[in-house]
């Protein structure tokens, strides 16, 4: 197509995958990497969704071991990244987890007893060992710690920032401000999708469309067991009176439903509060831009946000110098992603769902997805994350039931017995 010409482009790919946010981009290194012509079509800026708002926390120990050994194998993944693009991406501070009473200290010693079985690393710790790890924190009302010394986080740009070098280096293409507008389909297969520029070609698509996932799968009238619920996390300035090293370790308080991270001589706070925020994507506008998010000082999401920080950490209260960022994750019902082909439509797969830790999980989920598309193998021990899991589902056949769902799921994200986060 020449600019202006007004013809509409047609081209073909193998692979068109539909977000560049992790999962899409970690996907298109994967795949491309197998030698497949990948296409990412982004609405608007690469890693301008759900990507460019985390806070990039990544804990590898899970409830179904499979994954905890999907995630060990990411940082892997993140490692031999770090050596391709020669920058560190992945800050390693070992991560705490804390008890302030009975059932919570049962909850971390059945972690450390989950962990030890497969090989994981973690322990036990005493409450001298924690205060060094983490001298900021209030530590009079806790009566058990334990300790992931291979735990850290991620710069999320960063990370995507490699993806995409690395993928177009193997031959990806990415078009941003393309915004998927229709799926094409024939004789019960994919055959490609439309764009306001013009079609694009290729038999397989991958909908990579974070909290928009489901408008997508909508599109094919299609159920998507996902919602959307806004996240936000605060930044404190450095202090003078508060000395947070780099290396300062990461927190789970999960009674006080927070995790935190140091973050530039400041400390990162984020809360999975009771009562979400949802959002209906259909009704943001067309430009709408997560950046431009901004959570009011006086909302109750940061009122409550603050309340919880300042519980594990009283240095904390309104009046301390911080920033807020919120953003939009993309929950399912059972806490775990979608990731795999859609049962109703041939070439369609999903890598979506999240649930607040997908810039970890896309570190493999990228890998996963190559394997069973390039090789047909999926697992073993993945099917939890089975993008068709809850189509046989009667509880969730429309959006109402399902948003209820994922709801229940964000609310619940620190309960005990929930997936370890
Ligand atoms: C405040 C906050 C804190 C978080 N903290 C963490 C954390 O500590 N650790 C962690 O691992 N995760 C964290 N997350 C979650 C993490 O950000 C997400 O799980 C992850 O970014 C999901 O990546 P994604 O590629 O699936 O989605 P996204 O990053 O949202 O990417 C999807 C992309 O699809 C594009 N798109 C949508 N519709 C279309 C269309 N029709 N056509 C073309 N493109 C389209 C969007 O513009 C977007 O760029 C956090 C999220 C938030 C909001």
């Given at each position: 197509?020449?600019?202006?010409?007004?013809?509409?482009?047609?081209?073909?790919a193998?692979i068109?995958?539909?977000?560049?946010?992790?999962?899409?981009?970690?996907?298109?290194?994967?795949?491309?990497?197998?030698?497949?012509?990948?296409?990412?079509?982004?609405?608007?800026?690469?890693?301008?969704?759900?990507?460019?708002?985390?806070a990039?926390?990544?804990?590898?120990?899970?409830?179904?071991p499979?994954?905890t050994?999907?995630?060990?194998?990411?940082?892997?993944?993140?490692?031999?990244?770090?050596?391709?693009?020669?920058?560190?991406?992945?800050?390693?501070?070992?991560?705490?987890?804390?008890?302030?009473?009975?059932e919570?200290?049962?909850?971390?010693?059945?972690f450390?007893?989950?962990?030890?079985?497969?090989?994981?690393?973690?322990?036990?710790?005493?409450?001298?060992?924690?205060?060094r790890r983490?001298?900021?924190?209030?530590?009079?009302?806790?009566?058990?710690?334990?300790?992931?010394?291979?735990?850290?986080?991620?710069?999320?740009?960063?990370?995507?920032?490699?993806?995409i070098?690395?993928?177009?280096s193997?031959?990806?293409?990415?078009l941003?401000?393309?915004?998927?507008?229709?799926?094409?389909?024939?004789?019960?297969?994919?055959k490609?999708v439309?764009?306001?520029?013009?079609?694009?070609?290729?038999?397989?698509?991958?909908?990579?469309?974070?909290?928009?996932?489901?408008?997508?799968?909508?599109?094919?009238?299609?159920?998507?067991a996902?919602?959307?619920?806004?996240?936000?996390?605060?930044?404190?300035?450095?202090?003078?009176?508060?000395?947070?090293?780099?290396?300062?370790?990461?927190?789970?308080?999960?009674?006080?439903?927070?995790?935190?991270?140091?973050?530039?001589?400041?400390?990162?706070?984020?809360?999975?509060?009771?009562?979400?925020?949802?959002?209906?994507?259909?009704?943001?506008?067309?430009?709408?831009?997560?950046?431009?998010?901004?959570a009011?000082r006086?909302?109750?999401?940061?009122?409550?946000?603050?309340?919880?920080?300042?519980?594990?950490?009283?240095?904390?209260?309104?009046?301390?110098?911080?920033?807020?960022?919120?953003?939009?994750?993309?929950?399912?019902?059972?806490?775990?992603?979608?990731?795999?082909?859609v049962?109703?439509l041939?070439?369609?797969?999903h890598?979506?769902?999240?649930?607040?830790?997908?810039?970890?999980?896309?570190?493999?989920?990228?890998?996963?997805?190559?394997?069973?598309?390039?090789?047909?193998?999926?697992?073993?021990?993945?099917e939890?994350?089975?993008?068709?899991?809850?189509?046989?589902?009667?509880?969730?056949?429309?959006?109402?039931?399902?948003?209820a769902?994922?709801?229940?799921?964000?609310?619940?994200?620190?309960?005990?017995?929930?997936?370890?986060?």
């Open positions: 197509m020449t600019p202006g010409s007004g013809i509409k482009m047609s081209a073909s193998d068109i995958i539909i977000g560049g946010g992790a999962a899409g981009c970690s996907a298109a290194l994967q795949l491309s990497l197998r030698g497949k012509k990948t296409l990412v079509l982004e609405r608007s800026m690469l890693g301008s969704g759900s990507t460019g708002r985390a990039g926390l990544g804990a590898q120990l899970r409830e179904n499979d994954e050994s999907l995630l060990m194998r990411g940082i892997e993944v993140v490692k031999d990244i770090e050596r391709q693009v020669e920058k560190e991406i992945f800050t390693k501070t070992g991560s705490l987890h804390v008890a302030s009473d009975a919570r200290a049962e909850e971390l010693r059945s450390v007893r989950m962990g030890k079985a497969i090989g994981f690393e973690i322990d036990l710790v005493d409450e001298d060992f924690a205060r983490l001298p900021c924190m209030r530590a009079d009302d806790l009566i058990e710690y334990c300790y992931c010394p291979t735990d850290g986080h991620f710069e999320p740009s960063e990370l995507l920032g490699a993806y070098e690395l993928a177009r193997a031959g990806a293409t990415f941003t401000n393309s915004p998927v507008t229709k799926l094409l389909v024939q004789g019960g297969a994919i490609g439309s764009t306001p520029a013009g079609d694009h070609h290729a038999p397989i698509v991958i909908n990579a469309a974070g909290p928009w996932s489901y408008l997508l799968a909508g599109l094919v009238n299609t159920t998507m996902t919602a959307a619920m806004g996240h936000a996390y605060l930044v404190t300035r450095p202090l003078p009176d508060v000395l947070i090293a780099t290396t300062d370790a990461a927190l789970r308080d999960r009674k006080n439903r927070i995790y935190s991270r140091p973050e530039a001589g400041g400390l990162l706070v984020g809360t999975y509060e009771e009562l979400p925020t949802e959002y209906d994507m259909e009704e943001l506008p067309a430009d709408f831009q997560m950046s431009e998010m901004n009011p006086d909302s109750l999401q940061v009122a409550t946000l603050i309340d919880c920080a300042s519980r594990r950490f009283p240095f904390i209260d309104g009046r301390t110098p911080m920033t807020v960022t919120s953003g939009i994750m993309t929950f399912t019902p059972d806490g775990h992603a979608l990731c795999g082909p049962r109703e041939e070439g369609l797969y890598c979506t769902g999240f649930n607040g830790r997908g810039v970890f999980q896309s570190t493999s989920v990228g890998i996963l997805l190559a394997d069973l598309i390039c090789d047909g193998i999926f697992g073993p021990g993945v939890h994350l089975c993008a068709d899991r809850f189509d046989d589902d009667p509880g969730l056949k429309n959006r109402e039931d399902i948003k769902r994922c709801r229940e799921r964000y609310s619940g994200h620190y309960s005990i017995n929930e997936e370890k986060t």
